[in-house]
């Protein structure tokens, strides 16, 4: 193997690349971004960067080793595995002997084509508009009331804006289950957001503009629209590949793909699994990926999953899945610090000095 190809330019692309050198690969790397932007990390798209407290600059993740081949608007079209090569939207074919996926998601829209107004946030590009819709807005109606949508609504209050959130299921609930969203949503509610849940969803009302959202028969407006609903993963340049795909490119626990290919993030999907579409995961996945491209026997993660939120003045970190687990079996409250544990698996903090590795591990303990 002499010619390695990362697709995508998200986190976990950028640390594949990295970590192919790490583990001594000594051939050509190159990875192929659509974007135009240095590869930048999303995580604080949604706080401080939205709020412009942050620049865009600040968001760019350190810069790759020398020795690897970043191409920008190198936009990836269709893959042919069977003379190895990775088809970009100019028509230039790209050689490649191992092949890593990392194209990541986009965000997912509720407007049909041709309607304007509706925001999303997903790229730099996406938050320098919302955040350019927000200077001229006295109000913001989000649609989505997951962990992005949640953000999104907390940093609009802290620019002062009034704020309104509806979804089709409690705040919070699919992700961290009862007990620890409503914690969070009682943050959200004494600081003023208004939220509402319309068990029959929501749909966007207008014809060339958006005008508002039809909630069970009430029209909510607002200033500024936006949709977090969620993404879906960027693979449809794999259709006619061979390749698997089901809400993602299918892998193994060690992201192989096929002979010669490995996926990772938030393109990726484990075979019999659902996606995590969060940082850590993204990260701890490229790794294992690259690794395993390189003929290493290696494992995947053995600590649960890890994400975290801060919203409303809140910090949340939790590892594995709250969500569906009920209420849990130990909680620890000292103040407004609290420590929570579910013996399906699960652990997670509120305000809470508890270090990462050790809060999986509670998690993970029997």
């Given at each position: 193997m002499k010619?390695?190809?990362?697709?995508?330019?998200?986190?976990?692309?950028?640390?594949?690349?990295?970590?192919?050198?790490?583990?001594?690969?000594?051939?050509?790397?190159?990875?192929?971004?659509?974007?135009?932007?240095?590869?930048?990390?999303?995580?604080?798209?949604?706080?401080?960067?939205?709020?412009?407290?942050?620049?865009?600059?600040?968001?760019?993740?350190p810069?790759?080793?020398?020795?690897?081949?970043?191409?920008?608007?190198?936009?990836?079209?269709?893959?042919?595995?069977?003379?190895?090569?990775?088809?970009?939207?100019?028509?230039?074919?790209?050689?490649?002997d191992g092949?890593?996926?990392?194209?990541?998601?986009?965000?997912?829209?509720?407007?049909?084509?041709?309607?304007?107004?509706?925001?999303?946030?997903?790229?730099?590009?996406?938050?320098?508009?919302?955040?350019?819709?927000?200077?001229?807005?006295?109000?913001v109606?989000v649609?989505?009331?997951?962990l992005?949508?949640?953000e999104?609504?907390?940093?609009?209050?802290?620019?002062?804006?009034?704020?309104?959130?509806?979804?089709?299921?409690?705040?919070?609930?699919?992700?961290?289950g009862?007990?620890?969203?409503?914690?969070?949503?009682?943050?959200?509610?004494?600081?003023g957001?208004?939220?509402r849940?319309v068990?029959?969803?929501?749909?966007?009302?207008?014809?060339?503009?958006?005008?508002?959202?039809?909630?069970?028969?009430?029209?909510?407006?607002?200033?500024?629209?936006?949709?977090?609903?969620?993404?879906?993963?960027?693979?449809?340049?794999?259709?006619?590949?061979?390749?698997?795909?089901?809400?993602?490119?299918?892998?193994?626990?060690?992201?192989r793909?096929?002979?010669?290919?490995?996926?990772?993030?938030?393109?990726?999907?484990?075979?019999?699994?659902?996606?995590?579409?969060?940082?850590t995961?993204?990260?701890?996945?490229?790794?294992?990926?690259?690794?395993?491209?390189?003929?290493e026997?290696?494992?995947?993660?053995?600590?649960?999953?890890?994400?975290?939120?801060?919203?409303?003045g809140?910090?949340?970190?939790?590892?594995?899945?709250?969500?569906?687990?009920?209420?849990?079996?130990?909680?620890?409250?000292?103040?407004?610090s609290?420590?929570?544990?579910?013996?399906?698996?699960?652990?997670?903090?509120?305000?809470?000095?508890?270090?990462?590795?050790?809060?999986?591990?509670?998690?993970?303990?029997?």
């Amino acid at each position: 193997m002499k010619r390695i190809v990362v697709v995508g330019g998200s986190i976990a692309a950028v640390t594949a690349a990295s970590w192919l050198r790490v583990r001594g690969f000594d051939g050509t790397v190159t990875l192929l971004s659509a974007e135009t932007e240095q590869p930048y990390t999303r995580v604080p798209l949604s706080k401080t960067v939205l709020s412009g407290e942050a620049t865009d600059a600040s968001t760019a993740l350190p810069p790759l080793d020398g020795s690897v081949e970043l191409r920008l608007g190198a936009r990836a079209v269709s893959l042919d595995t069977g003379a190895r090569r990775v088809i970009l939207e100019s028509g230039e074919p790209v050689p490649y002997d191992g092949l890593v996926i990392a194209t990541g998601g986009r965000a997912r829209r509720l407007s049909p084509p041709g309607m304007s107004g509706e925001r999303v946030l997903r790229t730099l590009a996406d938050c320098a508009a919302l955040r350019e819709d927000l200077t001229r807005a006295t109000s913001v109606l989000v649609v989505g009331a997951g962990l992005l949508g949640m953000e999104i609504a907390s940093t609009c209050r802290t620019l002062g804006l009034q704020v309104a959130v509806v979804d089709r299921d409690p705040p919070l609930r699919r992700v961290l289950g009862p007990v620890l969203a409503e914690v969070v949503t009682s943050a959200a509610r004494e600081h003023g957001v208004m939220l509402r849940t319309v068990p029959g969803g929501v749909r966007l009302v207008g014809s060339d503009t958006l005008e508002g959202v039809d909630a069970g028969g009430d029209l909510l407006t607002a200033d500024v629209i936006v949709s977090a609903v969620g993404d879906v993963p960027a693979v449809d340049w794999l259709t006619g590949s061979g390749l698997t795909l089901d809400h993602g490119v299918v892998t193994d626990s060690c992201g192989r793909v096929a002979d010669g290919i490995v996926a990772a993030g938030d393109a990726a999907v484990v075979r019999g699994a659902s996606r995590r579409p969060h940082w850590t995961n993204a990260v701890e996945q490229a790794r294992v990926a690259a690794a395993a491209l390189l003929g290493e026997d290696v494992a995947g993660a053995e600590l649960p999953s890890y994400f975290w939120t801060n919203q409303f003045g809140v910090e949340v970190k939790i590892a594995g899945e709250p969500a569906g687990l009920g209420t849990p079996d130990l909680v620890d409250v000292d103040g407004s610090s609290m420590l929570l544990r579910w013996s399906g698996g699960a652990a997670a903090t509120v305000d809470h000095t508890m270090p990462v590795r050790k809060l999986r591990q509670l998690a993970s303990a029997p």
